[in-house]
């Protein structure tokens, strides 16, 4: 059997985190894994959730006032 699933690695366990149980496999059983980056490293992302409360609000308004979204003309 064959499935491809995205999983999150946990460093502080040196383990992957599936996103659901996986159904036919026992308790401890063993599996082969194929490890590849399922999406390049993107610089941004590291600051995803930062900032919290106002000051995200703020931050944000600031970028939708400096970056306004124009309408898609049609």
């Known amino acids: 059997m064959s499935i491809v699933l995205n999983a999150k690695?946990?460093?502080?366990?040196?383990?992957?985190?599936?996103?659901?149980?996986?159904e036919g496999f026992a308790d401890q059983e063993s599996v082969s894994v194929i490890v590849?980056?399922?999406?390049a490293k993107r610089p941004w992302s590291e600051l995803e959730g930062i900032l919290k409360?106002?000051?995200?609000?703020?931050?944000?308004?600031?970028?939708?006032?400096?970056?306004?979204?124009?309408?898609?003309?049609q």
């Open 36 to 39: 590849d980056h399922a999406e």
């Open 9 to 22: 690695y946990d460093d502080a366990t040196h383990s992957l985190r599936l996103p659901e149980p996986l």
């Open 53 to 73: 409360g106002e000051n995200a609000e703020s931050f944000s308004r600031a970028i939708e006032e400096a970056f306004p979204i124009e309408p898609v003309k």
